[in-house]
DNA sequence: AGCTCTCTCTACCAATTGGTAGAGAATCGT
DNA sequence: ACGATTCTCTACCAATTGGTAGAGAGAGCT
């Protein structure tokens, strides 16, 4: 905690800013959260995280940002070690996918906030997102024609996918409403099922 | 619109403020609408909102019960009248939750406020939904037992198609990042590859 | 030492929120 | 005809929100 009077130039504390923003953004929305708690937990106040963030649209952008970019990294490089095969490319990128999640639940929380942005934060979102679903829609219909997939739309594929695992993000304590455990070994236990479901739809006749 | 002085009794009002709270919620989130903007679609001041439901809790409470009610019935319909194979009757169900969805996107939409749910409004909820899930649990671990259907855990596909759906239904517009069009052919054609997939997964092997 | 830049602070503000108090018009049962 | 009930209104309120203005402490360069 800093106090009155004592403050020592701390570049850092954009960071902790910026991670408390993604914990909070991502467990209770971003409507929920006022900058004034985000700074009560950074130990700030509330006029430092506008002195970081000219506005709190600003943070969110950062927040998004800085999580696409993250994900981003995380998948890529999940598909670059995955073997040759199709199936176990697509079974590398679910598990690479969850394993951030399964570490820190607000992450993919975050997702659910993704339909309540402007135009201009989604586009800016997509613009990460983009370039890694063109590459995984091309590969999947290459893969098709080579016929070591199942035949199928594969942007359809795709966005089943994303929606599933958005569904599981957003759903972490709604998913009680059906029986579902919400801890660490459940969200493996549906990893692994959706892993299942994939294999068997793509998987050739 | 109701000019002042003028209340003529209208026992209507209580429908058509849960009507316009039903598609402002689904389609921006609880906290993001105001009682003042249902009150202005309604043509009503925001105190009759108020009078109508206690508070901004009640009414989302009525309008969380009223949708999931409709949506058990629906599903209910939906499983009776299929025939008895147990892969048709998966596809039926995936068909019934998608009907309502597909000409009232805030009706699933809700579901995205699920997770913010107080805990007697989440139990409430439950208390609903569990029933129908349960019987589906025990309807799939019986036909895998007959063998008409892969094995597997049937709490865990039950889990992860209500989070697929909700995962649909909580982006339409957040699976434009990933170029799915989120109109009502693109929606259909969404819910058409979850019923392959399903199919996929559970026909025996 | 002195000056500038970086960073966090105190003090306020306008707007919006959910909610309360109570007046008054229309309808219905008597 | 009349009183009670039902329903919507005007008028307010306390609390919270995102955001602004500007003071002032520490660090580092000259």
């Given at each position: 905690?800093?106090?009155?009077g004592?403050?020592?130039?701390?570049r850092?504390t954009r960071e902790?800013?910026?991670?408390?923003a993604l914990d909070?953004f991502g467990?209770?929305g971003v409507?929920?959260v006022?900058?004034?708690?985000?700074a009560?937990?950074?130990?700030?106040?509330?006029?430092?995280?506008?002195?970081w963030?000219d506005?709190?649209?600003?943070?969110?952008?950062?927040?998004?940002?800085?999580?696409?970019?993250?994900?981003?990294?995380?998948?890529d490089?999940?598909?670059?070690?995955a073997?040759?095969d199709?199936?176990?490319?697509?079974?590398?990128?679910?598990?690479?996918v969850?394993?951030?999640?399964?570490?820190?639940?607000a992450?993919?929380?975050?997702?659910?906030e993704v339909s309540?942005?402007?135009?201009?934060q989604a586009?800016?979102?997509?613009a990460?997102?983009?370039?890694?679903?063109?590459?995984?829609?091309?590969?999947l219909?290459?893969?098709?024609?080579?016929?070591?997939?199942?035949?199928?739309?594969?942007?359809?594929i795709?966005a089943?996918?994303?929606a599933?695992?958005?569904?599981i993000?957003?759903?972490?304590?709604?998913l009680r409403?059906?029986?579902?455990?919400a801890?660490?070994?459940g969200?493996?236990?549906?990893?692994?099922?959706?892993?299942?479901?994939?294999?068997?739809?793509l998987?050739?006749?």
């Amino acid at each position: 905690m800093i106090q009155a009077g004592a403050p020592v130039p701390d570049r850092t504390t954009r960071e902790r800013i910026l991670d408390a923003a993604l914990d909070l953004f991502g467990a209770r929305g971003v409507d929920a959260v006022s900058l004034d708690e985000i700074a009560r937990h950074v130990g700030v106040r509330k006029q430092t995280v506008l002195y970081w963030f000219d506005s709190k649209e600003v943070l969110v952008d950062a927040v998004l940002e800085k999580v696409a970019a993250e994900l981003v990294v995380v998948i890529d490089a999940a598909v670059r070690a995955a073997p040759d095969d199709p199936l176990d490319r697509v079974d590398a990128v679910v598990r690479a996918v969850f394993r951030p999640a399964v570490r820190r639940p607000a992450l993919l929380g975050l997702v659910r906030e993704v339909s309540r942005l402007s135009q201009s934060q989604a586009d800016r979102l997509a613009a990460h997102i983009s370039p890694l679903v063109e590459r995984a829609v091309h590969y999947l219909a290459a893969e098709m024609e080579t016929g070591r997939l199942r035949t199928g739309d594969p942007r359809l594929i795709a966005a089943l996918s994303y929606a599933t695992v958005t569904g599981i993000a957003t759903e972490p304590e709604a998913l009680r409403t059906v029986g579902w455990v919400a801890d660490q070994a459940g969200l493996r236990a549906l990893r692994d099922e959706l892993r299942t479901f994939l294999r068997a739809a793509l998987t050739p006749l």
